[in-house]
């Protein structure tokens, strides 16, 4: 039997190894297929989380930008793409019009018709723009699993080390973390929704082409996809600065190869060809804007390192040779390249940085445009908003940042130089934290995924049972491996799995434990935030729901049906004369002509428009009857245009001087308390006028130059016709014959302003920005724009300060002109004291003024301000002192003797219980 049992033996261990080697492939699959689950689930999260708007208020267009980009998709559609090129649109920014197919870039339109047509014909053509955002947003993520997966896959010794984990979990943040879903909430048809995606794919496919030597050829896709990118987005800029200064980077960091240089090349020669060749928008700015210089260099500077190592190879040059090589090569392209910006420089042909672009920059948050700093979302971004946005992410992100750093490789010193610039960005401005989405995904992707991998296989061992071909059985080593292990090269020696001891196999199992137990509880806390995120990102702003006084939830959709009135119950030629952000909204619903929209080409237009509406009625009117037939005013409190107003009379200010001479802010233009006092300058306007009509007491719009004819369900929107239209002004502008175009018989044919306008416009006052310095300079000119830029930084740097001089200069300019009347006043806070009403004590602008007028003893002012405004001698702080208190303090017998004559009484007690007089006894 011994034999026999000899012979068994190795049978039975071979079973026993077999089964084994099965269990650990089926249990192999089984983790793969666990995998494929966790990503086709992220992916769809991602389309599923960006739906609450659909599901609630159906498939409506949000907000303003939107309704343009809507309106163009369906002009190409019904139109096709020749008449879309050389769409010359009449019907907004009325008198002069707009060339769309030139401005704008197209690719949102076109990738939407295409799924019309190609992919869902059987949607219409807005659930396709509806639908879009969410469908792209599942796109983006899973571009930004495979920029994960990328990263983790190379690095030290070559290994792809939880290269699955990491972009599964970083598809997974990407899908629902906030940063993303900010611009592509279903119902968002915006750039943005659609950029995201061609970003990440151009930032995945870059630094899959720098794989290895061979990979260089996906550069090409890489350039193509980045193409997309400038046809959908003017953010493309930051997608090519991007790219730009990493593949410098890698030159300094020793990582330039043949490879890393024909990938770039392909990138930039395809994109930017492409781009220039077929995109009017875009045209010779790659070559031009500054903005764009820097990655031109760097492929200029490509050209010439390739030439040295070509020159390098094919002599066999050693090390001094090499570099006498470049010193030369690059001296003389450094002076080629100084002689060429010599030529071209004061001809004009480099274009400047942009505003926006600018305030990225400069060292102060404002950029010098009125129209561009009163927008909330280029403001700088805080850490409450970092939170807000990437939540649990802003503290998993730096141990991605750790692993990237441990693991070097071409593609994590992209993803580590991104998230740093993008961060600074951010910083910058908040709606840019939508470029710091995809980086902090990928970083905390690979962070957790790193961890998941490491505490699964403390558990169970998923590695193949079988040595990988070409290595021994023993060791597991290659022949490479060998060899470099003979050099003393190797980058990683073998540890056996039993090294640590049974203790520390314990203690990983432990710290394994905690992770899951940590993961399992933060994760449906992470999507929690994130799923709420999403609902409150999906109330449009077209409409929105609102609780009644009853209790009872309504939807408010006034908008829409101001907008269908006018569809309704105006000529379809009717021009309607609303403030710029409706624009975009009126003419897709409406189908109205408008005055402006959200589009922020032509800073002068939008200036006359906003002078309209906050000068006086009677000179808003001069200008209203000569661009539109109806005016729409927001109305209803929150964000209405009465709360917008001090805005729009900055910007008019910013080209129209006359309107608040001396003060770049305007700040004569506003409320002067918490009760919602209008400034005299305010109560005045067109627009005050218009808003409040029969709405608060003596308040009525001039019926000789205005007709009521709308109001919504709600009161948010009022229409208004204007009465004695210039006919004359508007049959001049229909007149192809006065329109002025670039060529004769051509499509490109602008506009003019009629002729009833002439004597407005002479007051205007080309608007420049800091950065235009191609102009011409005029000595007097140039020292008045940086008197007014210097005073425009200082007020917006001191708002308060800026107010009370402009309150007292208005004071003063009335006290001397004699032109005070009871009309005029300005209203003080309610029920003051010497009417025999209680009056609320609280710390106000007026408080804070007289205090300064009377420690300051500048009494010529304090006088011209109360004979103004008698009741401002009875204004109390919150701590119940007033201006007599404060005469007392200061010993101000003139003062005083001021206060006394308007009734004031130096017996009244303070908070304290403390009389004016209390205070020289003290």
């Not at 729901?545 to 000529?571: F, S």
Request: proline content about 4%; hydrophobic content about 40%; glycine content about 8%.
């Amino acid at each position: 039997m011994a034999p026999k049992t000899s012979e068994t033996a190795p049978r039975v261990a071979a079973a026993r190894g077999s089964d084994v080697a099965r269990a650990g492939h089926v249990l192999r699959l089984a983790y793969a297929a666990f995998l494929l689950y966790g990503f086709g689930l992220a992916l769809w999260k991602a389309y599923d989380i960006r739906l609450h708007a659909l599901k609630e208020y159906g498939m409506v267009i949000h907000e303003f930008d939107p309704w343009f980009n809507y309106r163009a998709t369906e002009y190409l559609y019904y139109n096709g793409w020749q008449r879309f090129c050389t769409w010359f649109d009449y019907k907004s920014w009325y008198p002069l019009g707009r060339p769309v197919g030139s401005t704008i870039y197209p690719g949102l339109q076109v990738t939407a018709v295409f799924l019309k047509n190609r992919v869902v014909p059987h949607l219409s053509l807005n659930d396709v723009c509806c639908t879009m955002p969410a469908w792209f947003g599942a796109v983006a993520s899973a571009f930004v699993g495979l920029l994960g997966y990328e990263c983790a896959a190379t690095g030290r010794g070559g290994r792809a080390y939880a290269a699955p984990e990491s972009g599964i979990a970083s598809a997974a943040i990407m899908a629902i973390v906030p940063a993303h879903l900010m611009r592509s909430i279903a119902g968002g048809f915006d750039n943005e929704s659609l950029a995201l995606t061609a970003m990440t794919g151009t930032y995945y496919l870059w630094i899959r082409s720098l794989r290895d030597e061979k990979s260089w050829g996906v550069g090409a896709a890489a350039g193509i996809m980045y193409y997309y990118m400038v046809a959908v987005w003017g953010g493309y800029i930051f997608v090519l600065n991007m790219i730009g200064c990493h593949a410098g980077a890698l030159v300094l960091l020793g990582r330039y190869s043949t490879g890393v240089y024909r990938s770039y090349s392909l990138l930039y020669v395809i994109g930017t060809g492409l781009a220039i060749y077929t995109l009017p928008v875009v045209g010779w700015t790659p070559l031009k804007s500054l903005e764009q210089m820097g990655p031109l260099v760097v492929f200029l500077g490509y050209q010439l390192i390739e030439i040295c190592e070509v020159i390098k190879r094919k002599n066999k040059l050693g090390r001094k040779q090499t570099w006498g090589v470049r010193v030369a090569v690059f001296t003389g392209a450094i002076a080629l390249a100084s002689l060429i910006i010599y030529i071209l420089a004061p001809t004009g042909y480099f274009g400047p940085l942009s505003a926006r672009v600018r305030g990225l920059l400069i060292k102060h948050t404002r950029t010098g445009n009125p129209l561009v700093d009163s927008v909330a979302e280029h403001q700088p971004a805080n850490s409450k908003q970092y939170y807000q946005y990437l939540h649990f992410i802003c503290y998993v992100a730096p141990a991605g940042l750790l692993v990237s750093l441990f693991r070097f490789s071409n593609a994590n010193s992209f993803l580590i130089l991104y998230a740093a610039i993008s961060t600074y960005f951010s910083s910058k401005m908040v709606r840019l934290i939508i470029l710091l989405g995809p980086g902090m995904s990928a970083l905390a992707g690979i962070a957790i995924g790193t961890a998941f991998h490491w505490s699964v296989h403390q558990f169970l061992d998923l590695t193949s049972s079988e040595p990988p071909a070409g290595t021994s059985a023993a060791t597991g080593a290659t022949a490479s491996q060998k060899k470099k292990k003979k050099k003393g090269k190797a980058e990683e020696v073998p540890v056996p799995a039993a090294a640590g001891g049974a203790d520390g196999a314990l203690i990983k199992k432990i710290l394994a434990v905690a992770f899951f137990a940590g993961f399992y509880a933060i994760a449906p806390v992470f999507y929690e935030n994130c799923n709420k995120m999403a609902q409150g990102l999906s109330h449009p702003s077209i409409m929105y729901k609102a609780q009644t006084n009853q209790g009872n939830i309504i939807i408010v959709d006034d908008y829409r049906e101001a907008y269908w009135w006018l569809k309704k119950n105006t000529p379809e030629d009717a021009r309607i004369l609303a403030w710029w952000d409706y624009g975009y909204q009126i003419a897709g619903i409406a189908n109205r002509t408008t005055v402006a929209d959200g589009n922020t080409w032509n800073h002068e237009h939008i200036a006359l428009l906003a002078r309209a509406l906050t000068h006086t009625e009677k000179e808003g009117h001069r200008v209203s009857r000569h661009l539109g037939d109806y005016i729409l005013v927001w109305g209803g409190g929150g964000g209405d245009d009465l709360a917008k107003s001090p805005h729009l009379a900055r910007i008019a200010n910013s080209v129209y001087r006359d309107m608040c001479p001396g003060d770049p802010t305007c700040r004569a233009f506003g409320y002067m308390d918490r009760n919602g006092t209008p400034s005299p300058m305010m109560e005045a306007s067109m627009l005050y006028k218009l808003h409040s009509h029969r709405l608060k007491d003596g308040v009525v719009a001039d019926p000789n130059r205005f007709k009521h004819v709308f109001d919504s369900k709600y009161g948010k929107v009022r229409i208004f016709k204007v009465l004695n239209v210039s006919e004359e002004s508007k049959k001049f502008v229909a007149d192809p014959a006065n329109r002025l175009c670039d060529i004769e018989g051509g499509w490109y044919c602008r506009g003019q302003y009629p002729p009833g306008l002439a004597n407005v416009l002479s007051k205007a006052k080309t608007f420049s920005q800091q950065e235009d310095f191609n102009k011409k300079r005029n000595s007097a000119k140039d020292s008045d724009e940086e008197e007014y830029l210097k005073k425009y930084f200082d007020n917006m740097a001191d708002p308060q300060k800026a107010k009370q001089e402009a309150m007292k200069k208005d004071a003063l300019k009335k006290a001397a002109t004699q032109k005070i009347d009871t009309a005029e006043t300005t209203r003080m806070p309610k029920n003051p004291t010497h009417t025999g009403k209680q009056q609320e004590w609280e710390d106000t602008e007026y408080t804070t003024m007289i205090w300064e007028l009377i420690s300051k003893n500048d009494m010529e002012t304090l006088a011209a301000v109360l004979s103004q405004n008698p009741e401002v001698a009875h204004v109390r702080a919150a701590d119940g002192r007033g201006p007599m208190w404060w005469a007392y303090e200061f010993k101000n017998e003139a003062a005083v003797k001021v206060l006394l004559k308007h009734g004031v009484s130096y017996k009244e007690k303070d908070k304290y219980g403390k009389t004016p007089l209390d205070l020289i006894k003290g």
